[in-house]
Structures are given as C-alpha cells and as structure tokens.
C-alpha cells in the first residue's frame, strides 16, 4: 500500500512538472523559448492569441519601451504598459499574467482576442505579420508572413542570451489539416500535425533578431471537426432509431399475423 502510494505520489509530481514546464513557456524537450507566439483560428476569422514572452524579446523584437535587464522588477505599472501595447480597435486584451523567471529573466503571458484574424497585423506589437484568411472552394487557406524585427544597435545590453534560444509560431486550427509548410527546426523535415490539430514554426533568435522572415502557410477544411463529428453522431443516433423503429413495427405485424391465424373455439 505504501509503495502504491509512493508511486502515485512520484506521478502527480511529474505531471505537475510537466505542466509546469508547457504551460508557462520555457525549455521543452531541451529547447529554450524565448518568445512564443500561439494562434487559436475559428473558420469565422475570428482568434484568439496567446503570446509567452521575456521582458527582453518584447523589448528587442517588438519594440516596447520596457526595461530589459534580468534585474527588471515587472511591476503591475509594467504589466499595464504591455497591456495598452496589445489593446487595441481590433484586439481585446484578455491577461497579462504576473511574470515568472527563468534563467534569471522575467517573462510574461499576454493573452487577447480578435473577431478578425487578419487585424492583427494592425496593432503594433503584431505589425512585423501579415495574416491571411481565404476561402478557397471546399478548403480554408490561412497565411501569415513574420518579416523584421524591431531591433536596432545598443539597444539590448546584457541580457543573459546566449544564442540557443527559439522563437516559435504555432497555430491552433479547427478542422482537417489537408496541406501545410512546417518543417523541423533541426532537420528540416516535414512536420506532424500535432494532436489537437497543432503545427508549429521555429526559428533561432538570432535570426529572428536579423529580421529573417518566416512563412506560415496550411490548408484546412471549411467544415470543423466538432461540426463533422456532430453530423456522424447525428447520422448513427438517427439511424438507430430507424432500426428499432423497424424492429418495433415488426414485431407488431408479426403478432397482428399470429392473432389472425389463431382458430377461435
């Protein structure tokens, strides 16, 4: 019993690492995000984005006027600024997270939405992309183009990198993935559609930081999956009660039959 117990207990322990580990940004696998980008998309256009991010990258490549050293206190004045930077006509901003620290730098979790994914390149910490959301016959073709960063000399002194780090852009998508352009970062590899329909894209910081441009594209149903599930569930609930409707009415005609050729005393 206690050996069984001291098993669960080691479990819970890993699964809380886990977590840990995928939830707030951070090393994955061995990599080292920096700064991640993920995009939730609705066949409607509308999205919701998630960014998890270090003071430092959204200061280098994003261009917010923040302080970049490890030593930055991210003051609930701090968290307001970033806010403001996401809010916008298009954007609601949902979260600015209190921050947390790896490697002995800050990061924060930024989360908004939008009723247009293609707005998004309107506001201007997400000016660097160009989104695109087209209906093509039976398919859905989404594109997102990630162009220069807003570095520039002596702005960033310090800051703790060492040039392993990755930025990521990963899209969340609602239905049959039919073609799309990931690759592996190490090997240069088609990519898997992850489970829950994830693709993403990396890149090394320091190319992200050259302004080496990155190009999101993937094609996908125009029907989503909860939508072609519920018509399947919809068609085998409605053709069972077809069958036990028929059972039903046989039996009734094989009872009417066996009381018509009954003789009565």
């Known amino acids: ?23 707030c940004g951070g090393r994955i ?4 995000y920096e700064y991640e980008e993920d995009l939730y998309i609705a066949l409607d256009g509308s999205a919701t984005l998630i960014v998890n991010a270090s003071i430092a990258s959204l200061v280098a490549l994003r261009g917010l006027d923040l302080d970049a050293l490890p030593t930055t206190r991210v003051s609930r004045e701090v968290r307001d600024k970033i806010r403001a930077a996401y809010q916008s006509p298009f954007t609601e901003v949902t979260r600015v997270s209190p921050p947390w620290r790896r490697d002995r730098r800050p990061f924060v979790q930024i989360r908004l939405k939008a009723s247009d994914v293609r707005r998004l390149g309107d506001v201007a910490p997400l000016s660097w992309s160009r989104y695109e959301l087209l209906t093509q016959g039976d398919q859905h073709l989404f594109r997102q183009t990630v162009t220069a960063s807003a570095l520039r000399r002596g702005m960033l002194q310090n800051v703790g990198w060492d040039g392993s780090e ?4 990963r899209l969340h998508l609602p239905s049959r993935i039919r073609e799309h352009n990931a690759r592996d970062l190490e090997t240069n590899e088609t990519l898997k559609v992850a489970r829950g329909n994830i693709l993403g894209w990396e890149q090394r910081l320091p190319d992200r930081l050259d302004g080496t441009p990155v190009a999101l594209s993937v094609s996908m149903d125009s029907q989503s999956i909860l939508h072609r599930t519920l018509w399947l569930f919809g068609g085998a609930f409605s053709a069972a009660v077809a069958v036990i409707a028929l059972l039903i009415w046989l039996t009734m005609r094989k ?9 009565v005393p």
């Open 1 to 23: 019993m206690i050996a069984r117990a001291g098993r669960a207990a080691a479990a819970l322990a890993l699964a809380a690492a886990i977590v840990a580990a995928t939830g």
């Open 29 to 32: 696998l061995g990599k080292q």
């Open 166 to 169: 990755i930025v990521a852009f």
């Open 255 to 263: 009872g009417r039959g066996d009381a018509a050729t009954t003789p």
